[in-house]
């Protein structure tokens, strides 16, 4: 069976930092590209990054440059995004994807797997 089970999520005050983790079983994580997405309360999709099969290619949306991080470790089977100086905006749930060719977009139907979320709660 295919999983994707994201992990690291929870409550963190504005500027603090979390790690999240996205581990994979069922298929083997080094050859399909990754991607985050987010979802807001109340709100539609929102693309954040992704990375190339071997992690060389990265990229980010705008509001993201520069405070997250995302990489993999395919040895492992595990994708992480790192969040730091965190917003309330940057409250949502976060899902990790699996692709077949790189993609920046937000739509479902773009990825061939997807997780189950994690929350993410930025408040004081």
């Known amino acids: 069976e295919v999983q994707l089970v994201e992990s690291g999520g929870g409550l963190v005050q504005p500027g603090g930092s979390l790690r999240l983790s996205c581990a994979a079983s069922?298929?083997?994580?080094?050859?399909?590209?990754m991607s985050w997405v987010r979802q807001a309360p109340g709100k539609g999709l929102e693309w954040v990054s992704s990375?190339?099969?071997?992690?060389?290619?990265?990229s980010y949306a705008d509001s993201m440059k520069g405070r997250f991080t995302i990489s993999r470790d395919n040895a492992k089977n595990t994708l992480y995004l790192q969040l730091n100086s965190l917003k309330t905006e940057d409250t949502a749930m976060y899902y990790c994807?699996?692709?077949?060719?790189?993609?920046?977009?937000?739509?479902?139907?773009?990825?061939?797997?997807w997780g189950q979320g994690t929350q993410v709660t930025v408040s004081s």
């Open positions: 069922g298929f083997t994580l080094s050859s399909y590209p």
């Open positions: 990375i190339g099969t071997g992690g060389e290619y990265t």
């Open positions: 994807a699996a692709s077949e060719y790189i993609v920046v977009t937000a739509t479902r139907v773009d990825y061939k797997y």
